[in-house]
């Protein structure tokens, strides 16, 4: 077997118990094939934004230590999603979802491939991610933006909200 990898996965959701959903999936991500959680960020309130009027998301991030190679780590997401009652085929984008799992950062890899982009595009421009990502992993340097700690610390945060 091979050596771990640490990866990074964005978590958020906004339809019905969000923040049972999101949780629900810290634990989900602990019992995914070959892969352990390794730290949890707090829950966060962030406000909604898209093509329509929508619910303000729970986001999180969570860290995992895993041997699943890039794609079976996302097909593993892919189906968490599933389970949670999310469909892609038929989602609106940046529409309401049940649950949304996005694959961050895969170690120190730069992966461009159709349907799967690490470091996750735009990860450096978002606060939903960054200010949870920061939590956990302050020092971890994002390829070509820099350290996630000055990500955060140049970044207007107000509307974001730590949940108890």
């Given amino acids: ?3 771990p990898v640490r990866a990074y996965v964005g978590l958020g959701g906004n339809v019905g118990d969000a923040r049972a959903r999101v949780t629900g999936a810290f634990d989900a ?6 892969t352990r959680l390794v730290a ?3 829950l ?9 009027a929508q619910d303000d998301y729970v986001n999180a991030v969570a860290a995992v230590d895993t041997q699943l190679p890039p794609l079976e780590l996302l097909e593993a997401l ?5 389970e949670a009652g999310r469909d892609r085929e038929t989602a609106l984008r940046w529409g309401p979802r049940t649950l949304d799992l996005d694959l961050l950062l895969y170690g120190e890899d730069s992966i ?8 996750h595009p735009r990860l450096h421009e978002r606060a939903f991610v960054i200010v949870p990502l920061a939590e956990i992993a302050p020092a971890l ?24």
């Fill in 141 to 164: 340097r994002i390829p070509g933006h820099g350290e996630v700690g000055a990500l955060r610390a140049s970044m207007e945060t107000a509307d974001i909200q730590a949940l108890g």
């Fill in 40 to 42: 949890r960020s707090s």
């Fill in 112 to 119: 461009d491939l159709p349907g799967l982009r690490v470091p």
């Fill in 1 to 3: 077997m091979s050596a």
């Fill in 44 to 52: 966060y309130r962030t406000p909604a934004w898209g093509p329509v």
């Fill in 29 to 34: 991500l602990g019992h995914l094939s070959r």
């Fill in 78 to 82: 892919l189906r968490l999603e599933r």
